[in-house]
């Protein structure tokens, strides 16, 4: 798997623009609807520069925030030095997907974002996050949507390489990291969340519409209208499809079986 230390610096410039603010955004809101009001136990795994674990402990959540790169994991804490107050709340460990040192159904949420488009395969990832979840808790991926690779590349002009990609029904491109990445689709990663005893619940598409705009600086009133566009469309077919992230959450039943 990559070390995304050493894209740190094109990694944090998308992360930063407003088309990667659209993702943060939109999927924040999922997550944190799905928590409950009180303070909740999650896992942040394959956090990043800790975008997300930031906004959930500012909610006021206790976050473990995990990731296998010691450069990632430094960011994350140069994050919550600038956010007094918040430190408390989270704790942060190197490890990958498949090393995670937690016990069974420890988690009041886990959120694996960004992460399962840089593995072989998602079954075992999602095995492995999914019994981490509590019971009425909740598993949360966001992963690159195999359903829409070459939409992008064909709003974007580059019709040869977009033809290229659809006709042979490819299931990798090229990420906004220069990166090949691999995508999965809605139904199969819940398919997977199901055969670990967890329910799908309704999926979403993020960034169907701004994922092109490379150069996208919208002020903040374009912006808002922006978000709030992607937001209806998210869980409306046929524009969630066309995500080129797909957004999935899966709810562990409350007896716990």
């Known amino acids: 798997m990559t070390d995304f230390a050493t894209v740190g610096r094109h990694y944090a410039e998308h992360s930063g623009s407003a088309r990667g603010r659209l993702r943060h955004d939109l999927v924040a809101r999922r997550v944190l609807a799905e928590l409950p009001d009180r303070p909740s136990t999650v896992l942040d795994a394959g956090c990043g ?3 997300m674990t930031v906004r959930l402990a500012a909610a006021g959540h206790r976050v473990t925030a995990v990731d296998p790169s010691a450069g990632m994991l430094a960011a994350a804490a140069r994050r919550l030095d600038a956010r007094p107050g918040l430190g408390a709340r989270v704790r942060l460990l190197e490890a990958g997907i498949h090393d995670l040192p937690f016990g069974a159904k420890e988690f009041d949420a886990v959120c694996c974002h960004g992460v399962l488009m840089y593995l072989d395969e998602p079954t075992t990832a999602v095995a492995r996050l999914a019994g981490l979840v509590a019971p009425g808790g909740v598993l949360s991926i966001l992963t690159k949507n195999r359903a829409a690779i070459g939409a992008r590349e064909a709003l974007r002009g580059d019709y040869a390489a977009a ?17 090949a990445t691999r995508g999965d689709t809605a139904e199969e990663l819940d398919r997977l969340a199901a055969a670990q005893g967890l329910v799908p619940q309704p ?7 701004h994922d092109h705009q490379g150069d996208w600086a919208p002020g903040p009133e374009e912006y808002g209208l922006a978000l709030e566009t992607e937001w209806a469309a998210s869980t409306r077919d046929p524009y969630r499809q066309l995500g080129r992230l797909v957004h999935t959450v899966a709810r562990a039943p409350r007896g716990g079986g």
Do not use: K, P, Y
């Open 163 to 179: 033809r290229e990609l659809i006709e042979r029904d490819a299931a990798t491109s090229v990420g906004n990291l220069g990166l």
């Open 203 to 209: 999926w979403q598409g993020v960034r169907i519409f």
């Open 49 to 51: 520069d800790g975008e």
